[in-house]
């Protein structure tokens, strides 16, 4: 390859081969792809790529490049798309579904059969090709190339573009399964525990002693629900609560650990400014959505326990099956206080050291001192003053 430098056309290839690897980001690799093709002598005016993600919100990913630009515009694509007209009518869904490459002279007067050619056109692009990017396990992609020059492509820029591609999806595939591990991760663990596992905390018993404020909330009435619904029903009610919960939490700081059935762990560390009234901010709003809920005929309403101390976070489990989360009796505290609220008829109840940490004796009503089973000693419980969700009228 030393003669490389005289011939642009190998400079890609020897690029794709040798120089990405401390180049992470799929996109930066593909705005460099279509620099590199310019410099080559291809008339790019265009390009797009297309990936599938495993992803709980998002069915893929789009990057569109256009000449001129630094960086791709990155778009987020819905589960739904691919039933819609604009995909069923694509030479994208041609692509995917048969894997062979399209290729479309575009013409100063239509129709054609796409209807994305049609906005090409308008454009300024006279010539399109699209190609699958095929990666492992059967997993297919699509990258795509316009240009605007007069002639369109010629056999030369076809074949350069096409002789790209075998490497071009093997330095993709390796960044988008980086990025898919984190994804799950983030999705099945939360963002600070994938972290710490992306980082090598894969072995048992690995973990740390940290200070955090702790909540445990349940549903009520889950068990006389599930059997009274369709499955369709409890899984939609079920949803709709832990977003009620969840997305409070994440927004002010907090991380869930875990989904247990249907209730939820979550710490707010206290290395973290205002912890404690971060997650009283984060019980108010939940608190609040729910009673703005318009459902009367099925009513979301959840119990909370709330205790703060030194929980062990970390992995825990058989050889082979860990989890990563946090035990401790500050977590069996607020499990313990999450289950008297359904003796003590408040939704939320707090221990006097949250209390203490948080200041926030004047928006809590003190019940006394409780027996509470695996303490020996009584302790002290609060009820925080956030009124329960009301039903909405109908």
Not at 308 to 325: A, C, H, K, P, W
Not at 349 to 377: P, R, T, W
Request: neutral net charge; charged residues 20%; hydrophobic residues 40%.
């Amino acid at each position: 390859m030393n003669g490389s430098t005289a011939n642009p056309h190998l400079e890609v290839i020897e690029w794709l081969a040798q120089g990405l690897r401390d180049e992470a980001s799929s996109e930066r690799i593909f705005v460099q792809l279509c620099e590199r093709l310019m410099k080559a002598g291809i008339a790019l005016s265009r390009a797009t790529l297309h990936f599938r993600v495993h992803h709980p919100q998002w069915l893929g990913t789009r990057l569109i490049w256009h000449r001129g630009h630094r960086d791709a515009d990155v778009q987020n694509i819905a589960y739904d798309v691919e039933a819609t007209d604009v995909f069923l009518k694509s030479p994208f869904q041609f692509v995917i579904a048969t894997g062979k490459e399209v290729r479309q002279k575009i013409q100063l007067h239509g129709p054609h059969k796409f209807p994305v050619y049609e906005e090409l056109r308008d454009q300024g692009h006279t010539d399109y090709a699209a190609w699958p990017l095929d990666h492992t396990q059967g997993r297919r992609h699509l990258v795509t190339f316009a240009t605007d020059r007069p002639d369109g492509f010629d056999d030369s820029d076809i074949a350069l573009i096409h002789s790209t591609l075998p490497l071009f999806s093997l330095v993709t595939e390796i960044r988008l399964k980086n990025q898919l591990a984190r994804t799950l991760l983030q999705t099945y663990v939360g963002p600070h525990a994938s972290e710490q596992i992306l980082d090598g905390a894969t072995t048992r018993g690995s973990g740390a002693t940290v200070s955090a404020a702790i909540m445990i909330c349940d549903l009520r009435n889950f068990t006389l629900l599930s059997g009274s619904q369709h499955r369709d029903n409890v899984i939609e009610i079920l949803n709709e609560y832990f977003d009620l919960m969840a997305d409070p939490i994440e927004r002010h700081g907090g991380e869930i650990l875990k989904f247990m059935g249907d209730g939820l762990l979550a710490i707010f560390p206290l290395n973290k400014p205002n912890a404690c009234q971060r997650l009283i901010a984060a019980l108010t709003s939940a608190y609040e959505a729910s009673a703005r809920r318009t459902s009367v005929k099925f009513p979301v309403r959840f119990g909370t326990g709330v205790h703060v101390g030194e929980v062990m976070y970390g992995n825990i489990g058989s050889q082979r099956r860990l989890d990563f989360t946090v035990i401790g009796p500050a977590v069996n505290l607020a499990s313990r206080l999450e289950t008297m609220t359904k003796q003590l008829k408040r939704p939320i109840l707090i221990s006097a050291d949250f209390v203490a940490s948080a200041g926030c004796a004047a928006q809590a009503d003190c019940l006394g001192m409780h027996n509470i089973k695996g303490f020996d000693e009584m302790i002290e419980v609060h009820a925080l003053n956030i009124q329960p969700p009301r039903l909405a009228r109908q």
